[in-house]
């Protein structure tokens, strides 16, 4: 991968100046505990080590908004063709620019212009109304910071197993803490929910045969011929599985009126990565627009001989 050579103020030089203009973005991994601050000249090497799916934000030297996602790398943030840029100066204009003064929504779909500032006790009115796969944040009375998506509402941002709070006052603990001062970086968190079947339902690891067949259902809002074939895989535990790229087909196997995917995978790989009696396995990808992310699971059973026990 060619690395980005674009250069970065240090957010930490930019306090004096940008305290009250950063908007508040979070990598919402547990794992990272919300306190990873990005204060090098370069946050690619950062960024490139995320999960698939996750959204860097970063600023460049113009005051130019940039995002990076593990895709298409580093970005300008534009809204209608404009380019996104960091509010800096008292006499602020709003639209195609991200401001903290007031409550502003991050949204994983660019769509929705980041010009939607919520200022009233309660925002779900406003958030619901986005597309699915949406992300939200807000922030409620007792400064508690609130996550929306389209697939489980709103919900207080945590940290394992500690509220996330808004940073208020000068002396701020920051563990825990969504702070403005500095460039986050916010992982989407609405996936869409897929119905997957896994065939066979059993699988007996004295098998030679070459496939595992799996039929992906997508919600009625979403079309299964969006699915990006070269992005789906099956996760059995800490193993990813990649998909044979060929056979797939749109069909409707199960005859329910609803079209699935048929995608297979190698069955040897498959056998090799199972040790139990039963297992869970979940099936991923992202459609071809590459910000709609799916996820579904089904569980096989494993034999070792010609029946099962």
């Known amino acids: 991968m060619k690395k980005d050579r674009r250069r970065f103020r240090n957010p930490v030089l930019m306090v004096g100046i940008l305290f009250s203009f950063f908007v508040p973005l979070v990598s919402f991994a547990s794992q990272d505990c919300m306190t990873n601050y990005f204060e090098q000249p370069s946050y690619s090497g950062d960024c490139t080590e995320r999960p698939p799916g996750s959204v860097c934000i970063g600023y460049s030297d113009n005051y130019t908004w940039l995002i990076y996602d593990s895709i298409t790398g580093w970005r300008e943030a534009t809204c209608d063709g404009n380019i996104v840029q ?10 195609h620019i991200l401001d903290s003064n007031s409550i502003a929504a991050y949204y994983v779909d660019e769509a929705a212009c980041m010009t939607n500032y919520f200022e009233q006790p309660s925002y779900s009115g406003d958030c619901s109304e ?24 709103w919900r207080e941002a945590t940290c394992d197993g500690n509220k996330v709070q808004v940073a208020v006052g000068i002396n ?39 496939y595992i067949t799996c039929y992906i259902e997508l919600p009625a809002s979403y079309d299964v011929n969006d699915i990006d ?16 790229l060929r056979p797939s087909e749109v069909g409707d196997y199960n005859n329910n009126g609803v079209l699935d995917l048929m995608v297979k995978f190698d069955r ?14 979940v099936v991923s990808g992202f459609l071809i627009n590459q910000e ?18």
Not at 86 to 95: D, K, M, P, T, W
Not at 130 to 153: A, F
Not at 269 to 274: L, N, R, W, Y
Request: net charge negative.
């Open 86 to 95: 960091v509010a800096v100066g008292i006499n602020r204009e709003y639209h």
């Open 130 to 153: 986005r597309p699915p796969g949406s992300v939200c944040i807000g922030y409620s009375d007792n400064y508690t910071w609130l996550i929306y998506d389209s697939i489980t509402g």
């Open 172 to 210: 701020r603990e920051y563990h825990h803490i969504l702070d403005s001062n500095f460039v986050r970086a916010i992982e989407p968190l609405s996936v869409i929910s897929a119905i997957i079947d896994v065939h066979p339902d059993t699988i007996n690891l004295k098998s030679k045969g070459r």
């Open 229 to 244: 074939t070269n992005t789906i895989f099956l996760n059995i535990e800490d193993i990813s599985i990649p998909v044979e």
């Open 268 to 281: 040897q790989i498959v056998q090799d990565s199972v040790t139990t009696d039963s297992v869970e396995m």
């Open 292 to 309: 709609d992310s799916f996820e579904g699971t089904d569980i096989v059973l494993i034999v070792d001989h010609c029946c099962p026990k």
